[in-house]
């Protein structure tokens, strides 16, 4: 039995984009031995702050 493809209507790229975004704070705050600092925080959300 094959699967049916995926209803590309379903699809919803903001809903994804936030899940890799927040997956990826997990993984770096995990990994850290202290809190991340907000410097790193922002550097992970792609934030160009001076």
Same mark, same amino acid.
């Given at each position: 039995? %094959? /699967? *049916? /493809? !995926?209803? =590309? @209507?379903? @699809? #919803? +790229? $903001? $809903?994804? #984009? *936030?899940?890799?975004? %927040? &997956? @990826?704070?997990?993984?770096? $705050? &995990?990994? &850290? *031995? =202290? /809190? !991340? &600092? =907000? %410097?790193?925080? +922002? $550097?992970?959300?792609? !934030? #160009?702050? /001076?």
């Amino acid at each position: 039995m %094959t /699967p *049916e /493809p !995926l209803d =590309q @209507r379903l @699809r #919803d +790229d $903001a $809903a994804l #984009d *936030e899940i890799e975004t %927040t &997956s @990826r704070l997990i993984i770096a $705050a &995990s990994g &850290s *031995e =202290q /809190p !991340l &600092s =907000q %410097t790193e925080v +922002d $550097a992970i959300l792609g !934030l #160009d702050v /001076p």
